[in-house]
């Protein structure tokens, strides 16, 4: 029904920055909210930011606060997410999700977001000291 296909995602110095892309197709209307996760290895999946399309509404969680951007273009049903001032624990396979009626306001209380209704494959990003 709605495929997510992620992309921008690599190998950047501590203090680089990185911005990602979530490109949604099929059966898909700018009303979704959308949204960010990630997996650190050994470590289970957590909230990075979401967005409402149709109100532009957002949420980020507290480790990325002030130094991540998630912003939206509708035209493209696409998704962005800008990473400035990277850490090494911002290494994480990156995933983008998408839900029909969930907020993006109670995104961050989602945990690893298991009930949202679709998920992209992730992209890796890896922060070097």
């Known amino acids: 029904q709605v495929q997510l296909v992620e992309s921008g995602g690599g190998l950047v110095q501590a203090g680089g920055s990185l911005r990602l892309s979530c490109a949604a197709s099929g059966r898909f209307a700018s009303s979704y909210h959308m949204g960010w996760f990630r997996q650190a290895p050994g470590k289970e999946r957590e909230f990075v930011a979401a967005?409402?399309?149709?109100?532009?509404?957002?949420s980020y969680a507290d480790s990325v606060k002030g130094r991540f951007t998630i912003s939206r273009d509708n035209v493209k049903n696409t998704v962005f997410l800008q990473m400035n001032s990277l850490k090494p624990e911002d290494t994480a396979v990156y995933h983008c999700a998408a839900d029909i009626s969930m907020r993006a306001s109670r995104w961050s209380a989602l945990g690893a977001g298991s009930t949202l209704d679709y998920w992209g494959q992730g992209t890796q990003v890896t922060v070097s000291s």
């Open positions: 967005i409402t399309w149709s109100g532009g509404m957002t």
